[in-house]
């Protein structure tokens, strides 16, 4: 005797719960172009490597002793390797109940999240899930307190990457797992996000509004900045949530991993000498620098279509992997906005966190100023960033490669003793502010007094822009070195390598700016 005919059960009742929501469910779900969780579990993982844990999770009902129907729980769940590294992974699946969260059978989700914690793995969620349902009070036959028991997760974000990609609409419970994570994506055209739909809205305001205007890109990528990153489809989301996981390790215990390069670390790229033009009236491409600099095609750009006055990320040097961030003349002449003090902020708390250095190429004019930015809180929002960058040990380099001016200019500079390093080009200029606009508040009685008051202004710009030139700020030692920008790759390597003698002594959860959404 042996238990054959119980394995072959196990293996009924397993393809059973593979079959979803059924072929009409799927056909549905496939048929707004979309992927079923298992495909997007096939694209995300190494080949072969997906370890499910409670497939057979679900409700049976029997005729005597015999199965007559499974219907699986709403979710899939278990391990995954990405780049040859374990991962936790937890998905949605829409084909039943509509993914709702109150809907499962079990508390995958829940499950996933304790292995993340307790095996220190990093976590990712895939998102196709409405919230509660009314649905669940007639089954219960009666109604539930909510409660959010989030320790777990808010804990998870101190030591491990977690990661959220929206694969559909997402409400309630689920879009707020969406923030709670250190980088997210939605796709293009498919997904929704929002914390309750269209008919909620209509129930409590009165207003009719669509799914996708309510929760689409325009609104969470490009206006609220709560999804980091835009896919093109479904592969392309699981593509980014891939690449972004290959700069971080698998917990703050581990060392960033390094990848072999055959990116000459001695490159000098004869176009950085010119990259900034010597008018300073106009403007250039911050991508050009990155490119010049940073290893090869390494640059993984973070929000890049929230915030654009500043572009932050996450690239290699040498090999290593770093956080990178430059100002964009392009828009707002690159100022620090709120929104860009948040963009900022993320990026130096995931560095922090995770014990990635930093490198920040500034051209800062300093905050943006005027009415509808002190309306959102520009003052707080700068205060916090200024906060941060005080707590924070990552290893810090600076290249000033043009201005730096104002508490935000200030933002450029971290004292204390965690390592940090500065260069300035040639191009650099500075102050408190722009002499351009300080001398009509510093010297308005002057001018005011004198017979010709814009002459009078014009002669005391001049006298003061000849103090600008950053060889006075060198002869005083007020900035390290002014270096030729074609130096710039050759001094970044050699930080980045010296920085590898320091991060083994801040592995652990040795973060003093915590990782809140």
Not at 220 to 229: F, K, L, M, P, Y
Not at 257 to 275: A, F, N
Not at 451 to 478: G, M
């Amino acid at each position: 005797m042996t238990w054959q005919a119980e394995i072959d059960e196990l293996h009924l009742r397993a393809d059973m719960a593979r079959q979803m929501g059924g072929p009409e469910s799927v056909a549905f779900h496939k048929g707004r172009g979309k992927l079923t969780v298992r495909e997007r579990l096939d694209i995300l993982a190494d080949p072969g490597t997906f370890a499910e844990t409670g497939v057979l999770a679900g409700k049976a009902t029997y005729e005597g002793r015999e199965l007559e129907a499974l219907t699986p729980a709403n979710s899939v769940t278990g391990v995954v390797k990405i780049d040859g590294r374990k991962v936790i992974v937890h998905g949605g699946d829409f084909t039943i109940r509509g993914g709702s969260a109150d809907g499962s059978v079990a508390d995958k989700s829940g499950w996933a999240v304790k292995q993340a914690y307790s095996l220190k793995l990093p976590f990712i969620r895939l998102l196709d899930a409405t919230g509660g349902s009314v649905r669940t009070f007639e089954s219960m036959g009666r109604t539930y307190l909510p409660a959010n028991d989030r320790v777990l997760d808010t804990e998870l974000l101190q030591m491990v990457p977690c990661v959220s990609a929206v694969m559909g609409s997402v409400a309630g419970l689920p879009a707020v797992q969406a923030a709670m994570c250190h980088f997210n994506v939605m796709v293009k055209g498919t997904s929704q996000l929002f914390v309750a739909g269209p008919p909620v809205v209509k129930a409590g305001l009165g207003i009719e509004i669509s799914k996708e205007d309510l929760g689409n890109e325009d609104i969470q990528v490009r206006t609220s900045g709560v999804v980091a990153n835009l896919a093109v489809d479904e592969a392309d989301a699981l593509a980014q949530v891939r690449r972004f996981l290959s700069y971080l390790p698998s917990s703050v215990w581990d060392m960033p991993p390094r990848v072999e390069t055959d990116d000459d670390p001695e490159r000098r790229d004869e176009g950085l000498l010119s990259v900034v033009p010597q008018n300073r009236q106009r403007v250039y491409d911050p991508r050009k620098i990155l490119e010049m600099v940073l290893d090869r095609a390494s640059f993984f750009e973070i929000q890049p279509e929230f915030a654009r006055s500043r572009i932050t990320g996450l690239a290699r040097v040498d090999g290593y992997p770093v956080g990178v961030m430059i100002n964009n003349p392009r828009f707002l002449g690159g100022s620090m906005d709120k929104a860009a003090g948040e963009k900022a902020a993320r990026l130096l708390q995931l560095c922090d966190t995770f014990h990635l250095p930093l490198v920040y190429f500034c051209d800062e004019p300093g905050f943006m100023v005027g009415l509808e930015e002190e309306k959102k809180g520009i003052v707080r929002a700068g205060a916090r960033i200024v906060s941060l960058l005080s707590l924070s040990k990552t290893p810090y380099l600076c290249f000033l490669i043009r201005q730096a001016y104002g508490v935000a200019g200030g933002l450029h500079y971290r004292g204390g003793t965690a390592m940090y390093r500065r260069f300035a080009w040639p191009s650099g200029h500075w102050g408190s502010m722009h002499i351009e606009g300080g001398v009509t508040a510093a010297y308005r009685r002057e001018i005011d007094s004198a017979p010709d008051p814009e002459a009078k202004r014009l002669e005391i710009e001049a006298r003061l822009n000849t103090l600008q030139s950053p060889f006075r700020t060198a002869h005083a030692f007020a900035v390290e070195d002014i270096i030729d920008p074609r130096e710039t790759r050759p001094l970044m390597v050699d930080f980045v390598r010296d920085a590898q003698r320091v991060l083994p002594d801040l592995l652990g959860q040795t973060s003093r700016i915590a990782y809140l959404p």
